[in-house]
């Protein structure tokens, strides 16, 4: 992964919010695992919407943090879909943080490779539905 390319997507982030003091750990930068949760939250967003359902997390890639988040950064995590399947949906959602208003930096602070599946109400997969041409 590389932090060379600190331009977002053109697309909207599917997610945007900011840190805030009670995501922070004990040496006071936002928590790896709240980062990990947004992540898996925004994928999960893009997933299910095409899948038209309810999906499961199955595999993360990796996590590699680049830059820490700090309090007051606003965060936002980009969906992009890499490969659908028959019942699973793979995302790549990178994550930037923007922080500085008065000197506004923008900064890609971590990205992961995140697998989700497609189930049913009983909670086995089922077939991921494909739009129609």
Same mark, same amino acid.
């Given at each position: 992964?590389?932090?060379?390319?600190?331009?977002?997507?053109?697309?909207?982030? =599917?997610?945007?919010?900011?840190?805030?003091?009670? #995501?922070?750990?004990?040496?006071?930068?936002?928590?790896?695992?709240?980062?990990? *949760?947004?992540? #898996?939250?925004?994928?999960?967003?893009?997933?299910?919407?095409?899948? @038209?359902?309810?999906?499961?997390?199955?595999?993360?890639?990796?996590?590699?943090?680049? @830059?820490?988040?700090?309090?007051?950064?606003?965060?936002?995590?980009?969906?992009? /879909?890499?490969? /659908?399947?028959?019942?699973?949906?793979?995302?790549?959602?990178?994550?930037?943080?923007?922080?500085?208003? *008065?000197?506004?930096?923008?900064? @890609?602070?971590?990205?992961?490779?995140?697998?989700?599946? *497609?189930?049913? *109400?009983?909670? @086995?997969?089922?077939?991921? /539905?494909?739009? =129609?041409?």
């Amino acid at each position: 992964m590389s932090t060379e390319n600190n331009k977002p997507p053109e697309a909207e982030p =599917t997610i945007r919010l900011l840190a805030r003091p009670q #995501d922070t750990n004990f040496a006071g930068d936002i928590f790896g695992g709240w980062i990990m *949760a947004q992540v #898996d939250l925004a994928g999960s967003i893009e997933a299910s919407r095409k899948a @038209k359902g309810r999906v499961v997390t199955v595999a993360v890639k990796e996590f590699q943090f680049h @830059k820490p988040i700090y309090v007051g950064d606003l965060v936002s995590c980009y969906v992009s /879909i890499t490969r /659908i399947g028959t019942t699973s949906i793979t995302v790549l959602v990178e994550v930037y943080a923007e922080r500085n208003p *008065a000197n506004p930096e923008r900064i @890609k602070v971590t990205e992961a490779t995140v697998t989700y599946v *497609a189930v049913d *109400a009983a909670g @086995k997969p089922r077939p991921v /539905i494909q739009p =129609t041409q």
